[in-house]
C-alpha cells in the first residue's frame, strides 16, 4: 500500500502552444490525481532552453486556467533548477556510473537503431575516452538486463537498455542536462509518485527507472496514456502542424479530451465547473483503452474547416 498521499503532475514542454495532444496528457493526468484525492502540479519542462521559448510557457499556462484546470502550489520551471540537477549528475558521478563520452554523432551512426528511433550507444568511451580525445556529453552505464514495470494502462513492459537503447546521456555536448536526468530529479525532489503522461514516453519509462534505481529512489506508478495521432499515424504536435487548442472555447476540445479518454460526459452545455465535478466523479484509468495510440481527427482542426 502506498503510504504518501498521491501526487501527480503535468509537465509539458514549451516548445509550442497546448495542442489536442498535450490536452489529453493535461487532462489524464489532472483527473487521475484529483479522482484520487490527489494534488497536481505543473511544470514547465524548459530544460533544453535552445527549443523552448518563454511565450509559449505563457501562452500554456493561461490556457490551462482558461480550461479550468487548479494546479497546487507555484509552477516550477526547469530552467531554474540547475542546482538539482548537478546534485543528482554529481552523485551518480561519485557513485562511478557516469563517464565521458568523446564521440561524435557521427561516429556512432554506424549504430544499429534502438527503441526509440536513436542510434544504441555501442560502449565506445565506457572503459575510457581513446588517446588524445576530450569528453563532449556524459553517460549513465545501463544495466545487461530487463527493466520489468507494470503501466495501470499499458500493462506489463519489458526492455533491456544494454540491448535496446545503451548507456545514454545525462549531460549534453553543449553542457545542458537531458531530459531524462531533469525529469526524474525533479519527480524526486518534487514528490511525484503518479506519473500519467503519453505512450510517446512509454519507451523512455525503463531508463527512467534506471535513474531511480541508481539515485536510490523508489520509482513512481506509471500511465501512459493514449496518444492523438493523425491518419498517417504521426503523433499531433508542432511538427505535424497540429493547431493550438482556442482558450476562449474551453467547452467542446475538454469534452473531445475527456472522450478520447473513454470518458464521455453525453454534452458540452454545461460549465466548466460541472464538466469536471461531473469528469473527477467518474474517471477511471481502467477505463481509459489500452493502446499506445488513437487516431483521432484533430477538434480544433475540424472547427477551422468549419469556420472556412
Ligand atoms: N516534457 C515532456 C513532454 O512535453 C513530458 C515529460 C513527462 O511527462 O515526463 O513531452
Not at 564521440?103 to 556512432?108: G, H
Request: negative net charge.
Amino acid at each position: 500500500m502506498e503510504k504518501r498521499p498521491y501526487r501527480g503532475r503535468f509537465a509539458p514542454s514549451p516548445t509550442g502552444a497546448l495542442h489536442f495532444g498535450s490536452l489529453v496528457a493535461a487532462v489524464g493526468s489532472y483527473l487521475d490525481a484529483r479522482a484520487n484525492g490527489g494534488e497536481w502540479i505543473v511544470r514547465i519542462e524548459d530544460v533544453d532552453t535552445t527549443r523552448c521559448h518563454p511565450e509559449f510557457s505563457a501562452a500554456i499556462l493561461e490556457t490551462l486556467a482558461a480550461f479550468g484546470f487548479e494546479w497546487d502550489g507555484p509552477v516550477v520551471f526547469q530552467s531554474q533548477r540547475t542546482a538539482y540537477y548537478e546534485e543528482a549528475f554529481s552523485y551518480l558521478k561519485r557513485k562511478g556510473l557516469v563517464y565521458g563520452c568523446a564521440c561524435s554523432r557521427r561516429e556512432i551512426a554506424d549504430s544499429a537503431i534502438g527503441i526509440d528511433g536513436a542510434h544504441i550507444y555501442p560502449g565506445t568511451c565506457r572503459n575510457g575516452l581513446p588517446p588524445g580525445r576530450q569528453p563532449r556529453a556524459w553517460r549513465l552505464v545501463v544495466p545487461d538486463r530487463e527493466i520489468v514495470f507494470e503501466d495501470a494502462i499499458q500493462g506489463v513492459q519489458r526492455q533491456n537498455l544494454a540491448k535496446d537503447v545503451g548507456d545514454f546521456v545525462l549531460r549534453r555536448a553543449d553542457g545542458l542536462f537531458a531530459y531524462q536526468l531533469a525529469v526524474v530529479a525533479d519527480d524526486i525532489e518534487q514528490g511525484i509518485n503518479h506519473v500519467v503522461r503519453g505512450a510517446d514516453l512509454l519507451a523512455s519509462t525503463p531508463r527512467q527507472i534506471w535513474l531511480y534505481e541508481c539515485l536510490d529512489e523508489t520509482p513512481p506508478h506509471y500511465a501512459h496514456l493514449p496518444l492523438a495521432v493523425n491518419a498517417a499515424g504521426e503523433k499531433l504536435s508542432k511538427q505535424t502542424r497540429a493547431a493550438p487548442v482556442c482558450a476562449a472555447e474551453p467547452l467542446a476540445p475538454l469534452v473531445a479530451a475527456m472522450r478520447f479518454l473513454n470518458l464521455d460526459p453525453g454534452k458540452s452545455e454545461c460549465s466548466l465547473k460541472e464538466l469536471w465535478n461531473w469528469a473527477i466523479m467518474h474517471w477511471s484509468v481502467g477505463n481509459v483503452p489500452g493502446k499506445q495510440a488513437i487516431e483521432s481527427p484533430d477538434p480544433t482542426q475540424q472547427e477551422k474547416q468549419h469556420d472556412r
